[in-house]
C-alpha cells in the first residue's frame, strides 16, 4: 500500500479517502489529454428497439401470385395438371406457359409462386439428381427429390417463393407431396396449390375416389384446374397434364383449352334502332375539325 500513500501525499488526498478519486487524479495528471471516465459516452450496442418499423406504410406488400396446380393418385400413377396463365401483376405476362417442371425422368414437379425461383429450383434438383442417378446408376426416388427440395426451402426460411406439388413413380408406386416456400410437406392422395386452389380442392374433395383409372383421373384433374380458372383471376388459358406411371411418361402439353362459360342467360337484351334519339348537331359540331 506504499504506492497508493505516494500517490495521495502527492495529490494531497486523505489516505483514507476516495481510492477511485486519487486514481482519477492521478491519470489525469498524468496524461491529460485522456478522457474522464465520467466524461466518456456510454456506446450503444446490440438491439435499437427505437429504429423499429413501427408505421405499416413502411412495410413491404407480398407480392401475389396467380395459378392454380394439382395432382390425383390413380391406380399405377398420378396425374398433376396446372393452367398456363402467367401473369405480372394485374397483366397477363404470358398465356401458354409451362408450370410443371422436369425433375427426374419418373419425377415432374408443378410450380406455384415466383416463376423465377419455381424454375431455378427445379432445375437446380434436377440437374443434382442427374448426377446422383449417374454415380448410382438406380432410378430416382422421389422421396430423394423431396428432401432435396425441402432443405434447400427449408435453407432460406421461405424467401424462395415457391410452393410445389411433386408427384412420380418410382419401385415403390406412385407419390405425391405438396412443398410450401418454408420446407413443410404433405403426402396427400390428391392434392391443390396456388390462388386457384380453393375451387380445385372443392372439386377434387368432391369426385375423387380411390382406385380410380386414368381417364377418370385425367378428367378429374382437368376439371380441378377448370374451377380455379374459371374463379380465380391469376389463373386462365389451357391445363397442361403430365401422367407418370411405372413404365412411362407423358406430358400433354394443352391438354384443355376450353374455357367457356359453364351456363349461359336465356334472357337477352335486345332494343329496336328508333329507342335511342341522336342529336346529330352534337355529334358534328364534336367531331369537326
Not at 477511485?20 to 487524479?25: F, G, Q
Not at 383471376?233 to 411418361?249: P, Q
Amino acid at each position: 500500500m506504499r504506492w497508493l500513500y505516494s500517490i495521495c501525499a502527492i495529490l494531497h488526498v486523505p489516505a483514507h479517502g476516495d481510492h477511485c478519486e486519487a486514481s482519477k487524479k492521478f491519470r489525469a495528471r498524468k496524461n491529460p489529454t485522456l478522457p474522464r471516465v465520467r466524461d466518456t459516452p456510454m456506446i450503444d450496442s446490440g438491439f435499437r428497439f427505437n429504429e423499429n418499423r413501427t408505421s405499416k406504410s413502411s412495410w413491404r406488400t407480398p407480392t401475389k401470385t396467380g395459378t392454380t396446380i394439382c395432382g390425383v393418385i390413380f391406380d399405377g400413377g398420378v396425374v398433376l395438371a396446372a393452367d398456363t396463365r402467367s401473369t405480372n401483376g394485374e397483366t397477363v405476362a404470358d398465356k401458354n406457359c409451362e408450370k410443371i417442371h422436369f425433375i427426374a425422368p419418373n419425377v415432374y414437379c408443378c410450380g406455384a409462386g415466383t416463376a423465377a425461383d419455381t424454375e431455378s429450383l427445379t432445375g437446380l434438383i434436377a440437374s443434382q439428381l442427374y448426377l446422383h442417378r449417374k454415380r448410382t446408376d438406380r432410378q430416382t426416388m422421389v422421396t430423394t427429390a423431396l428432401t432435396l427440395l425441402k432443405s434447400t426451402l427449408f435453407r432460406y426460411q421461405g424467401h424462395i417463393g415457391a410452393a410445389l406439388v411433386l408427384g412420380g413413380s418410382d419401385n415403390k408406386g406412385p407419390h405425391l407431396f405438396t412443398v410450401y416456400p418454408h420446407g413443410s410437406s404433405d403426402a396427400l392422395p390428391y392434392a391443390a396449390m396456388g390462388s386457384g386452389s380453393l375451387a380445385a380442392m372443392a372439386t377434387l374433395e368432391s369426385r375423387f375416389t380411390e382406385h380410380m383409372n386414368l381417364e377418370d383421373a385425367k378428367n378429374l384433374a382437368t376439371s380441378a384446374i377448370h374451377a380455379g380458372i374459371m374463379n380465380d383471376l391469376g389463373s386462365g388459358s389451357c391445363v397442361d397434364l403430365c401422367v407418370i406411371t411405372g413404365t412411362t411418361t407423358q406430358y400433354l402439353r394443352n391438354y384443355s383449352c376450353d374455357v367457356s362459360r359453364t351456363f349461359h342467360s336465356k334472357v337477352r337484351y335486345e332494343f329496336s334502332s328508333d329507342n335511342t334519339c341522336t342529336n346529330t348537331s352534337n355529334v358534328s359540331n364534336a367531331t369537326r375539325t
